[in-house]
């Protein structure tokens, strides 16, 4: 016999897999999936993204290592990262910029930080509409 799995949620799976290029990460899980895992895992959020074929974005996350156990990436870093994130979401991109500037500066390799600062000072230019979601819309699975 061969089974198959279809669905929603497994087409997200599959989408999140592939943004893992995108985002130079290794695993990517949903909101549903860190919340289940978060008292084991410690977890990075990467940001809302919304997969190809889908017009409403979800919140990713990046698992970094067992809770208890050291951190893949240094927790100064962990700290201006979610700085970023916070203030790329709330419309605060001179601050996203800022926070990203100092993250980059601990791992100036980190492809996440890269890109919100890279948004950052461009609706820092160009202010984004009111309709702003701080959506990454990925346009490749």
């Known amino acids: ?12 799976a599959a989408r999140l897999e592939g943004a893992n290029k995108h985002f130079g990460t290794s695993i990517l899980i949903d909101g549903a999936t860190a919340a289940n895992v978060q008292d084991k895992v410690r977890i ?3 940001g809302t993204v ?15 290592c067992e809770n208890g156990k050291p951190a ?8 201006a990262y979610s700085t970023v994130v916070d203030c790329f979401r709330n419309r ?4 996203c910029v800022r926070a990203a500037d100092e993250a980059l500066s601990i791992r100036p390799d980190d492809i996440p930080a ?5 948004m950052g000072e461009e609706y820092m230019l160009c202010p984004p ?13």
Do not use: C, W
């Open 1 to 12: 016999m061969n089974y198959t799995a279809i669905g929603d949620t497994v087409n997200l």
């Open 44 to 46: 990075r959020e990467v």
């Open 50 to 64: 919304a997969v190809k074929g889908k017009q409403h974005g979800v919140r990713v996350f990046e698992p970094l």
């Open 72 to 79: 893949i990436y240094p927790e100064a870093f962990l700290e």
């Open 92 to 95: 605060k991109f001179e601050e």
């Open 114 to 118: 890269s890109m919100y600062k890279d």
């Open 129 to 141: 509409g009111d309709d702003f979601d701080a959506t990454v819309r990925l346009k490749t699975k």
